[in-house]
């Protein structure tokens, strides 16, 4: 148990539909970040928010959509998705700071979201 | 920009037997190096970080990491490989930048044979 927390941990939907993915952090961090993990692909960096701001788009589809109402949860709005964006999702956050401090902290990771469009 | 490359696909090693994830990096500044594990269908797990100070790491499950500035390499390693450490492995790097991102390598899979 990581402290970090993902639901659902399995989806399946059609590329019509809407759906949202949720994470929750209890480890009192203030910084939060969605992954993309496709088979056979190097871990994508979707979106980062630090103290609830959004600081990084790393040039993502608008069909993906963060939200961050607090520095606890982070949601993935997600809505006429294509085949191709099947994967695992992975949150995590950390505890970010100024200078030395903000570097050597690391991040910590739930256990994903599978998901699947069809 | 901030990089770590993991050269090894996969490595394969008997149970019993010592092993060793590659992983070297390229940094401006002091690097900030990480290690992660990831069971399948799982997320990534810390495994250990150097910072600064000694250069060998101790981290969670006996593993351990070497850091080694002339060769700007970080690996990852374990005396006694056992069958339950079969999984995949990821170095990382702080960015530095305005987000400070983690930067992670593309991953190893470690399959360790009874």
């Known amino acids: 148990e990581t402290g970090v927390t993902q639901t659902p941990r399995h989806l399946v939907m059609g590329m019509t539909n809407k759906k949202s993915l949720k994470c929750e952090q209890h480890l009192g961090h203030n910084a939060m970040y969605w992954y993309k993990q496709s088979a056979k692909k190097p871990l994508e960096l979707m979106f980062v928010?630090?103290?609830?701001?959004?600081?990084e788009n790393n040039s993502v589809p608008s069909r993906f959509s963060p939200e961050c109402p607090n520095s606890s949860h982070l949601f993935l709005h997600l809505h006429t998705l294509q085949p191709e964006d099947s994967a695992l999702y992975l949150c995590?956050?950390?505890?970010?700071?100024?200078?030395?401090?903000?570097?050597?902290?690391?991040?910590?990771f739930g256990q994903g979201t599978r998901l699947t469009v069809v | 920009a901030q990089s770590v490359a993991q050269p090894e696909d996969q490595v394969n090693v008997a149970e019993g037997n010592p092993l060793t994830v590659k992983c070297t990096y390229s940094v401006s500044g002091n690097p900030y190096l990480f290690w992660y594990v990831q069971y399948p269908n799982r997320g990534l797990q810390f495994l250990l970080k150097y910072i600064t100070g000694d250069n060998l790491v101790k981290g969670s499950y006996g593993f351990e990491a070497e850091f080694n500035k002339s060769q700007t390499s970080f690996h990852l390693k374990k005396p006694s490989a056992l069958v339950s450490d079969s999984a995949l492995y990821f170095c990382a790097v702080r960015d530095g930048g305005a987000t400070n991102k983690l930067i992670f390598g593309t991953g190893t899979l470690l399959a360790v044979q009874p």
């Open positions: 928010y630090n103290f609830k701001e959004q600081t």
């Open positions: 995590a956050s950390s505890q970010e700071g100024l200078g030395r401090q903000a570097m050597n902290t690391e991040a910590f």
